[in-house]
């Protein structure tokens, strides 16, 4: 399984971007995909999670709720996160990451359930 990252970039307070993750040797209805980020000194911390099953889940971490989208496009299997109004606090590497098994919706945010992970793109919010 593979996943490639892109889309991060310097931007302004306020300003959105959208990162993509396109997914190779894995169908991304099959498990859950999750975005992470990570920014030095600090853990790394979930931002947000799909998960198809009869309905699909989300998770959202309460820093992205609200300002934050993660969808997928089935066709390209490729997972996006939408993120609009960024905030400096925002900054950090974020990495995508793929699950092997079905996860319970509890478990979304965890990322030592993740087996595989993309090489992090860097989102720079700075006036």
């Known amino acids: 399984v593979q996943l490639q990252a892109s889309g991060g970039g310097l931007v302004q307070p306020g300003d959105s971007l959208r990162l993509s993750c396109a997914v190779s040797?894995?169908?991304?209805?099959?498990?859950?995909i999750a975005w992470f980020r990570q920014s030095p000194g600090k853990e790394r911390e979930a931002v947000t999670a799909?998960?198809?099953?009869?309905?699909?889940?989300?998770y959202y971490s309460s820093p992205a709720r609200g300002r934050f989208t993660i969808s997928g496009d089935n066709a390209k299997n490729t997972v996006h996160l939408q993120m609009n109004n960024l905030k400096p606090e925002d900054t950090a590497v974020y990495y995508c990451?793929?699950?092997?098994?079905?996860?319970?919706?509890?478990?979304?945010?965890?990322?030592?359930?993740?087996?595989?992970w993309g090489q992090g793109t860097q989102v720079t919010v700075s006036s």
């Open positions: 040797g894995r169908t991304i209805r099959d498990y859950p």
């Open positions: 799909m998960r198809y099953g009869t309905a699909t889940s989300t």
């Open positions: 990451a793929a699950s092997s098994v079905r996860l319970p919706f509890g478990l979304l945010s965890d990322w030592t359930r993740y087996d595989d």
